[in-house]
Nanobody, 122 residues
Framework: QVQLVESGGGLVQAGDSLRLSCAAS????????MAWFRQAPGKEREFVAS????????YYTDSVKGRFTISRDNAKNTAYLQMNSLKPDDTAVYYC???????????????WGKGTLVTVSS
Protein backbone atom coordinates (compact mmCIF):
# COMPACT_ATOMS: atom_id res chain seq x y z
CA GLN A 1 0.00 0.00 0.00
CA VAL A 2 1.37 3.41 -0.99
CA GLN A 3 1.60 6.02 1.77
CA LEU A 4 2.23 9.74 1.28
CA VAL A 5 4.02 12.16 3.59
CA GLU A 6 4.14 15.89 2.82
CA SER A 7 6.78 18.33 4.01
CA GLY A 8 8.00 21.83 3.31
CA GLY A 9 5.14 23.94 4.57
CA GLY A 10 5.68 27.03 6.67
CA LEU A 11 5.09 30.74 7.15
CA VAL A 12 6.25 33.03 4.34
CA GLN A 13 5.56 36.54 3.14
CA ALA A 14 3.64 37.49 0.02
CA GLY A 15 5.88 37.23 -3.01
CA ASP A 16 8.09 34.55 -1.49
CA SER A 17 8.63 31.02 -2.79
CA LEU A 18 8.23 27.64 -1.15
CA ARG A 19 8.71 24.06 -2.30
CA LEU A 20 6.55 21.27 -0.98
CA SER A 21 7.63 17.65 -1.13
CA CYS A 22 5.57 14.48 -1.07
CA ALA A 23 7.45 11.31 -0.24
CA ALA A 24 5.70 8.14 -1.36
CA SER A 25 6.45 4.79 0.18
CA UNK A 26 5.67 1.47 -1.45
CA UNK A 27 7.24 -0.36 -4.37
CA UNK A 28 4.46 0.66 -6.78
CA UNK A 29 4.55 4.39 -5.94
CA UNK A 30 6.08 5.31 -9.29
CA UNK A 31 3.04 3.86 -11.11
CA UNK A 32 0.64 6.36 -9.53
CA UNK A 33 -0.39 9.74 -10.88
CA MET A 34 0.26 12.40 -8.24
CA ALA A 35 -1.53 15.60 -7.37
CA TRP A 36 -1.68 18.44 -4.90
CA PHE A 37 -4.89 19.71 -3.35
CA ARG A 38 -5.38 22.45 -0.79
CA GLN A 39 -7.96 23.47 1.76
CA ALA A 40 -8.14 27.02 3.01
CA PRO A 41 -9.80 27.87 6.35
CA GLY A 42 -13.56 27.67 6.01
CA LYS A 43 -13.42 26.44 2.43
CA GLU A 44 -13.72 23.13 0.64
CA ARG A 45 -10.66 21.24 -0.49
CA GLU A 46 -9.70 22.14 -4.05
CA PHE A 47 -7.50 20.70 -6.77
CA VAL A 48 -4.20 22.53 -7.37
CA ALA A 49 -2.07 20.49 -9.80
CA SER A 50 -1.44 16.97 -11.03
CA UNK A 51 1.14 15.00 -12.97
CA UNK A 52 1.15 11.58 -14.61
CA UNK A 53 3.10 8.61 -13.31
CA UNK A 54 5.81 9.30 -15.90
CA UNK A 55 6.08 12.99 -15.06
CA UNK A 56 4.20 14.26 -18.08
CA UNK A 57 1.02 16.26 -18.71
CA UNK A 58 1.16 18.66 -15.77
CA TYR A 59 -2.27 20.15 -15.11
CA TYR A 60 -3.01 23.23 -13.02
CA THR A 61 -5.98 25.06 -11.68
CA ASP A 62 -6.26 28.51 -13.19
CA SER A 63 -5.40 30.40 -10.01
CA VAL A 64 -1.87 28.93 -9.82
CA LYS A 65 -0.92 28.76 -13.51
CA GLY A 66 2.36 30.52 -14.14
CA ARG A 67 3.24 30.55 -10.41
CA PHE A 68 3.26 26.88 -9.33
CA THR A 69 5.11 23.96 -10.91
CA ILE A 70 4.47 20.30 -10.17
CA SER A 71 7.19 17.74 -10.78
CA ARG A 72 8.30 14.31 -9.62
CA ASP A 73 11.43 12.25 -9.25
CA ASN A 74 10.53 8.58 -9.52
CA ALA A 75 14.02 7.53 -8.48
CA LYS A 76 13.30 9.18 -5.13
CA ASN A 77 9.56 8.35 -5.10
CA THR A 78 8.93 12.04 -4.45
CA ALA A 79 6.64 14.63 -5.97
CA TYR A 80 7.16 18.36 -5.60
CA LEU A 81 5.17 21.55 -5.79
CA GLN A 82 7.29 24.63 -6.41
CA MET A 83 5.27 27.68 -5.42
CA ASN A 84 6.46 31.12 -6.52
CA SER A 85 4.97 34.59 -6.10
CA LEU A 86 2.88 33.38 -3.21
CA LYS A 87 -0.21 35.33 -2.23
CA PRO A 88 -2.20 35.44 1.02
CA ASP A 89 -5.00 33.60 -0.86
CA ASP A 90 -2.63 30.63 -1.19
CA THR A 91 -2.81 30.09 2.56
CA ALA A 92 -4.11 26.56 3.11
CA VAL A 93 -3.30 23.06 4.18
CA TYR A 94 -1.74 21.39 1.14
CA TYR A 95 -2.40 17.71 0.60
CA CYS A 96 -0.58 15.26 -1.62
CA UNK A 97 -2.72 12.65 -3.37
CA UNK A 98 -2.22 9.68 -5.64
CA UNK A 99 -4.29 7.59 -8.03
CA UNK A 100 -3.54 4.51 -10.09
CA UNK A 101 -5.13 6.09 -13.15
CA UNK A 102 -5.30 9.68 -14.36
CA UNK A 103 -5.73 12.37 -11.75
CA UNK A 104 -7.58 15.51 -12.76
CA UNK A 105 -10.00 17.78 -10.89
CA UNK A 106 -13.00 15.54 -11.61
CA UNK A 107 -11.41 12.33 -10.33
CA UNK A 108 -11.10 11.13 -6.77
CA UNK A 109 -7.66 10.16 -5.50
CA UNK A 110 -7.09 6.68 -4.09
CA UNK A 111 -4.63 7.84 -1.43
CA TRP A 112 -4.16 11.03 0.58
CA GLY A 113 -1.38 12.42 2.72
CA LYS A 114 -2.07 14.18 6.01
CA GLY A 115 -1.20 17.63 4.73
CA THR A 116 1.24 20.44 5.38
CA LEU A 117 0.28 23.98 6.32
CA VAL A 118 1.31 26.93 4.17
CA THR A 119 0.67 30.39 5.55
CA VAL A 120 1.32 33.47 3.43
CA SER A 121 1.34 36.78 5.25
CA SER A 122 0.63 40.10 3.51
Amino acid sequence: QVQLVESGGGLVQAGDSLRLSCAASGRTASTYAMAWFRQAPGKEREFVASITYSGGSPYYTDSVKGRFTISRDNAKNTAYLQMNSLKPDDTAVYYCAARRSILVPTTTPDIWGKGTLVTVSS
